[in-house]
């Protein structure tokens, strides 16, 4: 197990457009859940062989946890699983960035940050629910590059009244080497859903049509379907997920992707096992994650979602070897139809989607499934 996903759910306060596991802090909380994880580590510590090149510390707003907090949860992390060797990151709220701060973090071992602008536009912030200013932001990345850090900035595109085009060449001035770009959507039980927000489509389009026209020509690769990246600036973490491996899910809400073993048996014939943990509260009392046992065909399927998000796409015949399924026999028309379409484009035994099969990705996917 190379590659380990900590959750932290704890946030200052709930934007109107998020549907993760996240909650405000409340006397105690945090403290049981330090406690908890200690633990949930020991546990995986003792039933899978842990060589970590990667560690992401997400949420929620891990960079909202107090000095000796994060201290102490990197120190459990160390003690039980080991460190990343390869890259550590850290996603952090710009208003939660001070010069102390950031030089703390990198001493208990992070070294790229994952920066939640979102707008470098205070009434696109306001509109989205964020606490921190466009200033807050660009005073942020230029202190987390000061020390050292990989810098990944995040963007949502399609927001009504965005400056789209002053966003991206904004934080591409701020020297990032790494954009994420996520569409803004209306997930059911938000904030943004109770109040009718809706995204049209074509905003939708012409905002992922626009951001890749303007990272590319600022440099940057988009390398995965919302992931752009300087050379050598990718997210190694992410790529794991992309690339079908295995990795651990530690603390409430996380999710893993796990070997089959005798530890935690699958009740079916299994290659991997994907285990969610319950919410903080319910994973406080002790309830089991859920385990979902992933068989060849899903497997394979899975594998597709992920890899044809890629733009270097995915190999059938290396998914064909590590599921036992002959991939190009049981979707060769699936794959024929999508090439003729223009939506995929097989050269040898590599598939990978196309621009416009990237934009309904979802769509293609589905048609495997059904296969």
């Known amino acids: 197990m190379r590659h380990l996903y900590v959750h932290v759910p704890f946030c200052p306060s709930i934007c109107p457009y998020c549907d993760f596991h996240v909650l405000t802090r409340r006397a105690g909380l945090v403290e049981a859940y330090l406690a908890k994880l200690a633990g949930e580590a020991a546990r995986l510590a003792d039933t899978f062989d842990i060589d970590l090149d990667t560690v992401y510390v997400g949420g ?31 996603e952090i709220n710009p208003g939660t960035v001070s010069a102390s701060r950031a030089d703390l973090w990198r001493g208990v071992g992070f070294d790229r940050a994952s920066v939640g602008v979102q707008s ?6 306001k509109f989205l629910g964020r606490t921190h200013s466009a200033g807050q932001a660009q005073d942020a990345i230029g202190t987390l590059l000061g020390r050292g850090f990989r810098v990944s900035g995040d963007l949502i595109t399609a927001v009504p009244g965005q400056p789209l085009d002053a966003d991206i060449h904004g934080l591409v001035g701020l020297g990032v080497g790494h954009v994420s770009a996520y569409t803004l959507t209306i997930e059911p039980g938000t904030e943004f859903a109770r109040r009718g927000v809706t995204v049209h489509e074509d905003d939708e389009q012409a905002g992922f049509e626009r951001t890749e026209e303007l990272l590319t ?34 603390g409430p809400g996380a999710a893993g992707h796990y ?113």
């Open 60 to 90: 929620g707003t891990p960079s909202f946890l107090r000095d000796a907090e994060i201290t102490q949860l990197t120190d459990t992390v160390r003690r039980f699983l080991g460190w990343g060797r390869v890259e550590n990151t850290l």
């Open 120 to 125: 470098l536009d205070d009434p696109t912030l």
């Open 259 to 371: 070997p089959a073993t005798a530890a935690w048996p699958s009740p079916h014939a299994s290659l991997t096992l994907r285990r969610t943990n319950p919410h903080l509260h319910d994973w406080l009392a002790g309830e089991e994650g859920e385990n979902l046992p992933i068989d060849a065909v899903e497997y394979v399927t899975d594998a597709l979602f992920m890899g044809l998000r890629l733009r270097s796409g995915i190999d059938l015949s290396d998914l064909s070897r590590r599921s036992g399924l002959d991939v190009l026999d049981r979707y060769g028309t699936v794959i024929r139809r999508n090439v003729q379409r223009g939506l995929l484009l097989q050269e040898g035994t590599n598939l990978r989607a196309t621009p416009a099969g990237w934009w309904v990705l979802n769509r293609v996917v589905t048609e495997f499934l059904e296969a």
């Open 217 to 250: 020509a600022h440099g940057f690769t988009r390398y995965e379907i919302s992931n752009y990246a300087r050379p050598g600036q990718e997210s190694r973490h992410n790529l794991a997920y992309w690339h079908g491996r295995t990795y651990l899910g530690l």
